[in-house]
T-cell receptor
Framework: AQSVTQPDIHITVSEGASLELRCNYSYGATPYLFWYVQSPGQGLQLLLKYFSGDTLVQGIKGFEAEFKRSQSSFNLRKPSVHWSDAAEYFCAVAKNNDMRFGAGTRLTVKP | KAGVTQTPRYLIKTRGQQVTLSCSPISGHRSVSWYQQTPGQGLQFLFEYFSETQRNKGNFPGRFSGRQFSNSRSEMNVSTLELGDSALYLC??????????????FGDGTRLSIL
């Protein structure tokens, strides 16, 4: 069955530290891959996307993600976290007009 | 360019009632998708409309329905409301659909509370 897994429900990092949020998917073929961020009471904002080509994708707000076909993963990274990055992050996959989201990872940033 | 607009932002209903939510997509976007977000189930796909036709549907009961108008605006209707329908309902629009190379843009959602 098609699925998206974000293994970490909640992550806490100190401001200035590096960040990696994990995402694994299970699909018959490589789907389109996305990372979204959601602040409280808001909708989802697209951080970055992967369709094909270079497996390291740059997004907004200093985020990047790396697609690894062999591991069916699309992990999100940021070298130095800012307090304003505290939010919920969703990995999503799409194929054949069907989009599925992971359960989300809540990021807390310590001062 | 105006973003995706969802109205109303908040709604309170009682069990058994019905509700209609509205979504105005970004100008030029022909695809509108609806999602239900709850703490327990996360983000779940309801359905997607493209050029007034439902192209895809998630695993929700028939009480959940939608439609899309010729100007691409979409409405979602939920009949015979249940307590479990309390959720944030998100609408997203895109040029070609969720699985195209054009990303979806989300509205801020309608928070539906069932008493």
């Amino acid at each position: 069955a098609q699925s998206v897994t974000q293994p970490d429900i909640h992550i806490t990092v100190s401001e200035g530290a590096s960040l990696e949020l994990r995402c694994n998917y299970s699909y018959g073929a490589t789907p389109y891959l996305f990372w979204y961020v959601q602040s409280p009471g808001q909708g989802l904002q697209l951080l970055l996307k992967y369709f094909s080509g270079d497996t390291l994708v740059q997004g907004i707000k200093g985020f990047e993600a790396e697609f690894k076909r062999s591991q069916s993963s699309f992990n999100l990274r940021k070298p130095s976290v800012h307090w304003s990055d505290a939010a919920e992050y969703f990995c999503a996959v799409a194929k054949n007009n069907d989009m599925r989201f992971g359960a989300g990872t809540r990021l807390t940033v310590k001062p | 360019k105006a973003g995706v607009t969802q109205t109303p932002r908040y709604l309170i209903k009682t069990r058994g009632q019905q509700v209609t939510l509205s979504c105005s997509p970004i100008s030029g976007h022909r695809s509108v998708s609806w999602y239900q977000q709850t703490p327990g189930q996360g983000l779940q796909f309801l359905f997607e409309y493209f050029s007034e036709t439902q192209r895809n549907k998630g695993n929700f009961p028939g009480r959940f329905s939608g439609r899309q108008f010729s100007n691409s605006r979409s409405e979602m209707n939920v009949s015979t409301l249940e307590l479990g329908d309390s959720a944030l309902y998100l609408c997203a629009s895109s040029l070609e659909g969720p699985a195209s190379n054009q990303p979806q843009h989300f509205g801020d959602g309608t928070r539906l509370s069932i008493l």
